[in-house]
């Protein structure tokens, strides 16, 4: 499934440089007897229905010329949405200040789950504000331990 994954991000690589935008993710996955095959995209303005439906018409053609999946499946092009996943070291520098949950692979400090202020990420370690009841408090989270990571939606 990965090499599905990389010859489609071979493939699309000219066509969001061309439109300005940024690949987010990739998924090839099986859903019941269906294979789908999602590309989330975004740029800094945000992405609209017509950019979805523009690079999943140029992507189909360079997928049927190539044709890398033996089966049918479905092409989805969107936008990753207000909660978008932070896969890139690219993605966490644009996400300080931001509020953020971060899943890790092993417990820190007890806890595998946290949710607060992205304060700094400098390539090794993320520092974030998480608060416990009333009061604030500074983790810091080794990059290597990170199992998934998202923006997160606060409603006040």
């Known amino acids: 499934m990965s090499k599905v994954t990389e010859v489609v991000e071979e493939l699309a690589a000219p066509i969001f440089q061309e439109l300005g935008l940024e690949l987010v993710d990739i998924e090839y996955v099986k859903e019941g007897k269906s294979w789908f095959l999602r590309v989330y995209i975004d740029k800094d303005t945000g992405v609209d229905i017509e950019d979805c439906g523009l690079v999943s018409e140029r992507l189909s053609e360079k997928l049927d010329e190539i044709d890398?999946?033996?089966?049918?499946y479905y092409l989805e092009v969107s936008s990753p949405g207000a909660e978008r996943p932070l896969k890139k070291e690219k993605d966490f520098e644009k996400a300080i200040g931001k509020n953020v949950v971060i899943k890790t692979y092993e417990p820190i400090n007890g806890e595998k789950s946290?949710?607060?202020?992205?304060?700094?990420?400098?390539?090794?370690?993320?520092?974030?504000?998480?608060?416990i009841k009333t009061r604030k408090k500074s983790v810091d989270i080794p990059y290597e331990k990170v199992a998934n990571a998202r923006l997160a939606v606060v409603f006040s």
């Not at 946290?114 to 608060?131: A, N, P, R, S, W």
């Open 68 to 72: 890398p999946i033996p089966h049918n």
């Open 114 to 131: 946290f949710e607060g202020t992205l304060l700094e990420f400098d390539g090794q370690h993320l520092k974030i504000e998480v608060k």
